[in-house]
């Protein structure tokens, strides 16, 4: 049996007047993605609930089911494969950071007129957001995604999730293609832009990032959770 369950803008409960913590922003619950002709599951996900500024990283060998993990949060996956559980969704939008920043950028527009298209932001709004990612210098504005470097194309990738007001932003190995120094600087960027309501989830191999970024460090193994979840108070970080 398949059973997708999406709500939008699902209320919160709890006494008026009562303090409350954060309506979660998404939901997985018994959740199984496999192979039916198979009888295969590759992921299996008993609880995963995701808070309003969680900073989540995921962690594990090739092949663990990270990946598996953000198709389930988008609600897109390959052909093939079949879902059932439980998957609440707060909103329809998810915003998306993939490993190369030039695959979140139409190829043939320029980076500043792109950006207003795509979110529909303001030229203020814009302006701002690139100018908080390192992208304000006016040449670069009027490049398309060829002419820009790594580094700049995945800073545009950020400054598009942040633009995209998304509540849940996934990365999918963001920093895989950076050198070191453009890497730091993704990470620190991640860390600082993104507004303090959107919750990212971001998987990687790359230690680094959960020590910068973590305030949950998730660990997958053969397509389930291997470990408890460390976590840390909102706005701290928790070691990989």
């Given at each position: ?24 922003v ?22 995963f ?99 820009l470097s ?27 293609a ?31 990032a ?31």
């Amino acid at each position: 049996m398949i059973l997708i369950m999406t709500y939008v803008n699902s209320p919160s409960a709890g006494q008026p007047g009562a303090h409350q913590s954060p309506a979660p922003v998404f939901r997985l619950r018994n959740a199984r993605l496999g192979l039916p002709a198979e009888n295969r599951a590759l992921l299996e996900i008993q609880e995963f609930t995701l808070l309003p500024g969680e900073r989540v990283v995921i962690t594990g060998p090739s092949g663990a089911g990270k990946s598996l993990l953000l198709s389930m949060i988008t609600g897109h996956w390959a052909p093939g494969l079949e879902f059932s559980g439980t998957r609440i969704a707060d909103s329809l939008r998810i915003g998306c950071i993939p490993q190369r920043g030039q695959d979140a950028l139409h190829a043939l527009l320029p980076l500043r007129r792109q950006l207003r298209k795509a979110t529909g932001a303001s030229a203020q709004q814009v302006a701002s957001t690139l100018d908080a990612v390192g992208l304000g210098d006016p040449s670069l504005l009027a490049r398309r995604p060829a002419e820009l470097s790594g580094g700049q194309a995945q800073r545009a990738a950020i400054a598009l999730a942040v633009l995209s007001e998304a509540p849940v932003i996934i990365a999918d190995e963001p920093t895989s293609a950076l050198d070191d120094r453009s890497r730091d600087l993704a990470l620190e960027l991640l860390g600082t832009v993104l507004d303090e309501r959107q919750a990212l989830v971001l998987s990687t191999h790359d230690a680094a990032a959960a020590r910068a970024l973590a305030t949950r460090h998730l660990v997958l193994d053969s397509g389930k959770i291997a470990s408890p979840s460390a976590s840390a108070p909102r706005g701290e970080r928790v070691s990989a």
